[in-house]
C-alpha cells in the first residue's frame, strides 16, 4: 500500500514540480520494541527511496511533537537523523520543523549542527501558536543567521498561521521579514507580542465578565502509518 502510494505521489510531483515529499512513519507499536520499529521504519523508506530517486524526489521523514500529534514513532532531529543514515539514500533526507523541535527537544543549533548532513528542508513557525517568527520564544534571528552561515540553499517553508488575518497580516509579515533580513542587529521593540496582546485581552473579557472560549481545535490531517503497514506486508506482529 505505501509504496503504491510513493508512486502517486511521484506522478503528483511530475505535474506540480514538487522536489520534495513531507513522510510520516506512523504510530509508535507498543507491543514491539523500538529497535525492531526503527529497522522497519528504515527498511521500507529505503525502498520507498528507490521509487521517488527514479524521478529526482527527496522524501522528507519531519519529526513531529507528541503534545500536537500523539503517539507518533518519529518525534525528534537525532532519531530522524538515524533513519536516514540507516536508508543512506539522497532521495531521504529530514525535514527539521524548528516549531515541532522547540517544543520536543529545544537544543536548535546545535540539533541542526550535528543532523546538517542529512537535513534538507526546514520548516518556520513560532512558539506558542504556530504563528509568524518573532511572535513567540523561538530566536529566529539567532537561527535564521546561523543556517545562512553554513550556506544553507534549500526552502524554508512558512508553516505557519498569521497573528493577523486578511491581506493586512500578509502584508505585514513580508515587511517584517524584510526589514528584519536587512538589519545586522534584532530590536524586539519594532514587534508587537501578539501572544501577550491576546492573553491580555481574554483577562480583560474576563474582568468584565464576558463569556472566554477556547478556539475549535483544528482537524488533524490523516497519517498512513508506515510501520503497521510494513508488518503487515511482511507478516510481522
Known amino acids: 500500500k505505501v ?3 510513493m508512486h502517486k505521489a511521484v506522478e503528483v ?4 514540480n514538487a522536489k520534495w515529499c513531507t513522510v510520516v512513519p506512523g504510530l509508535v507499536d507498543h507491543r514491539l520494541d523500538m529497535g525492531y520499529q526503527m529497522a522497519n521504519t528504515i527498511d521500507l523508506l529505503r525502498r520507498c527511496a528507490e521509487i521517488t530517486g527514479k524521478a529526482n524526489l ?25 533513519i536516514c543514515r540507516g ?3 539522497p532521495f531521504c533526507k529530514i525535514l527539521d520543523d524548528l ?6 527537544e529545544g537544543n536548535l543549533i546545535p540539533n541542526l549542527d550535528r543532523a546538517w548532513s542529512e537535513i534538507a528542508y526546514i520548516q518556520t513557525g513560532d512558539n506558542p501558536g504556530r504563528r509568524e517568527p518573532w511572535t513567540g520564544e523561538i530566536n529566529y534571528l539567532n537561527a535564521c543567521r546561523h543556517i545562512h552561515q ?23 509579515l513580508a515587511k517584517q521579514l524584510i ?11 519594532s514587534y508587537e507580542d501578539e501572544v501577550r496582546k491576546r492573553y491580555q485581552e481574554a483577562i480583560q473579557r474576563k474582568v468584565e465578565g464576558q ?6 481545535e483544528q482537524p488533524r490531517a490523516q497519517i498512513i502509518d508506515l510501520m503497521r503497514t510494513l508488518q503487515q506486508e511482511e507478516g510481522l506482529s
Open 3 to 5: 509504496r503504491d502510494e
Open 13 to 16: 510531483s511530475k505535474r506540480v
Open 58 to 82: 527527496t522524501m522528507v521523514p519531519e519529526p513531529l511533537t507528541r503534545r500536537d500529534h500523539p503517539q507518533l514513532f518519529l518525534t525528534g532531529v537525532p532519531q530522524g537523523y538515524e
Open 87 to 89: 536508508v543512506n539514500s
Open 99 to 104: 516549531y515541532h523541535q522547540q517544543i520536543t
Open 150 to 172: 553554513k550556506g544553507f540553499t534549500g526552502i524554508v517553508g512558512m508553516e505557519h498561521g498569521k497573528s493577523q488575518g486578511g491581506k493586512e497580516g500578509e502584508l505585514k
Open 179 to 189: 526589514e528584519q533580513i536587512a538589519r545586522d542587529e534584532f530590536h524586539p521593540e
Open 211 to 216: 463569556e472566554i472560549t477556547a478556539a475549535p
